[in-house]
């Protein structure tokens, strides 16, 4: 990723939610396809006089923590240094943090769907009673602004496409093709997903989910109290 001022960049504030900033903040979200329900998004910004860090926590509709990543600032966008991800196990959960080879997460600079934005890592994972090494490789296109509409009211978004591939390592290699596709409103972050397996030349939906509230901590410790 180059460097410019992030005032030059097209996608300069479409990333951070804003109230990050203040204490942190809880973006729910609503899913549909294969993977359906509610998901909470925690995104917690947090500086010291010597840095500045991102902490996105992800936890599905039951609040069970299913990823949590740590990233850091650049110039130019943001950078990916810590994923540690959560599996459900016999015995509860079990973490396993990533190796991450290129932690590119979003750049401010992409100008058009020429520009690609690479991010890579790999992980372990029990499948079937078998301890199984994943990659993926992913490849992102900024193509261009559209309109979304989120919690009742209409936004300009940055349209990032992105080409996954994921594979593991169980009897040989075998290969997953995905795409997405992602909206950002500027001061908002992520606000629409919708996640596709490709399969001879069609797009199978996945998964698509939408920003449909924000809460704080409290209101999804609040959540957690009244399901126990």
């Known amino acids: 990723m180059s460097c410019q001022k992030q005032n030059q960049d097209p996608l300069a504030h479409h990333y951070l939610p804003l109230e990050a900033k203040n204490g942190g903040i809880i973006h729910q979200f609503e899913g549909t396809g294969f993977q359906q329900g509610k998901e909470y998004w925690y995104y917690n910004l947090q500086q010291t006089a010597d840095s500045t860090q991102l902490i996105v926590t992800i936890y599905d509709q039951d ?13 130019n966008g943001w950078i990916q240094k810590q994923l540690l991800l959560i599996f459900p196990d016999s015995v509860g959960a079990r973490s396993e943090k990533a190796i991450i080879h290129t932690g590119n997460k979003f750049a401010f600079d992409l100008k058009d769907s020429l520009d690609v934005l690479h991010y890579s890592l790999e992980w372990t994972e029990m499948l079937d009673q078998e301890k199984v090494t994943k990659r993926l490789f992913r490849n992102s296109r900024f193509m261009g602004f559209d309109t979304v509409e989120f919690m009742g ?76």
């Open 153 to 228: 009211e209409i936004h300009r978004a940055a349209h990032i496409m992105s080409r996954d591939k994921i594979e593991d390592d169980r009897e040989g290699t075998l290969t997953l093709d995905l795409k997405s596709d992602d909206f950002y409103v500027k001061n908002w972050g992520l606000v629409r997903k919708k996640q596709f397996y490709l399969k001879n030349g069609k797009e199978i939906l996945m998964r698509e989910i939408q920003l449909t509230d924000t809460l704080r901590m409290a209101d999804l410790e609040q959540i957690l109290k009244d399901k126990n």
């Open 63 to 75: 609040l069970n923590q299913q990823q949590v990543s740590v990233e850091k600032p650049l110039v």
